[in-house]
């Protein structure tokens, strides 16, 4: 039975240094590090690799569950796909591990707070940029790409597909600018 850590943080700035020594003391042979949002499981390569390498009878373990996900949705699927494995899931600060009833319902108890936790920050956040739009501190990405040149182009003939390639942005961008919308992205 091998012992596999996983050890997230958010933001590049942020160092997974303290969890790896945690994952390390709990006797993990293999810790697989990324740095990713854990609002989502799409596209955190370094848990995949970890799942897929690991084998029935190993547990994944993480200091906290939020390292692992953040939504009960998410949460729910690694822990089936783990458990269809035979691999156990832990965690060294909560009393969690999934080869056990007990640490099976702790799991889903704290899947639900994480949850909670993240709808709470995300209306918070919202409640914040709001009240900075209201004292006009807060006006968005201001836009990147030139309505009028590319209305310009569209007036001298030219189509969708060369307007945007000679203002370098996407087509898509053009098809909006065209349609009277706004577009802050090439």
Same mark, same amino acid.
Do not use: H, N
């Given at each position: 039975?091998?012992?596999?850590?996983?050890?997230?943080?958010?933001?590049?700035?942020?160092?997974t240094?303290?969890?790896?020594?945690a994952?390390r003391?709990?006797?993990?042979?293999?810790?697989?590090?990324?740095?990713?949002?854990?609002?989502?499981?799409a596209?955190?390569?370094?848990?995949?690799?970890?799942?897929?390498?690991?084998?029935?009878g190993?547990?994944?373990?993480?200091?906290?569950?939020?390292?692992?996900?953040?939504s009960?949705?998410?949460?729910a699927?690694?822990? =089936?796909? %783990? /458990?269809?494995?035979?691999? $156990?899931?832990? @965690?060294?600060e909560?009393?969690?591990?999934? *080869? !056990?009833?007990?640490?099976?319902?702790?799991?889903?108890?704290?899947?639900?707070?994480?949850?909670?936790?993240t709808?709470?920050?995300?209306? =918070?956040? %919202? /409640?914040?940029?709001?009240? $900075?739009?209201? @004292?006009g501190?807060?006006?968005?990405r201001? *836009? !990147?790409?030139?309505?009028?040149?590319?209305?310009?182009?569209?007036?001298?003939?030219?189509?969708?597909?060369?307007?945007?390639?000679?203002?370098?942005?996407?087509?898509?961008?053009?098809?909006?600018?065209? @349609?009277?919308?706004?577009?802050?992205?090439?």
């Amino acid at each position: 039975m091998a012992l596999l850590g996983y050890a997230r943080v958010s933001t590049t700035d942020q160092d997974t240094a303290v969890q790896e020594a945690a994952l390390r003391a709990a006797g993990c042979e293999v810790i697989r590090t990324e740095k990713a949002s854990g609002t989502t499981t799409a596209g955190r390569t370094e848990l995949r690799t970890l799942i897929d390498f690991a084998r029935k009878g190993d547990a994944i373990v993480v200091t906290r569950i939020d390292r692992l996900a953040r939504s009960i949705a998410d949460l729910a699927g690694l822990v =089936r796909e %783990l /458990e269809d494995k035979g691999v $156990a899931l832990r @965690a060294t600060e909560q009393p969690v591990d999934t *080869a !056990t009833s007990a640490g099976r319902a702790f799991l889903q108890m704290l899947g639900v707070f994480a949850e909670f936790e993240t709808a709470i920050r995300r209306e =918070r956040q %919202l /409640e914040g940029i709001a009240k $900075a739009k209201a @004292a006009g501190a807060y006006k968005g990405r201001p *836009a !990147t790409i030139d309505r009028g040149a590319v209305l310009a182009l569209r007036a001298e003939g030219l189509g969708p597909s060369e307007i945007a390639a000679r203002l370098g942005i996407g087509r898509a961008s053009v098809y909006r600018m065209i @349609a009277g919308t706004t577009a802050t992205v090439a």
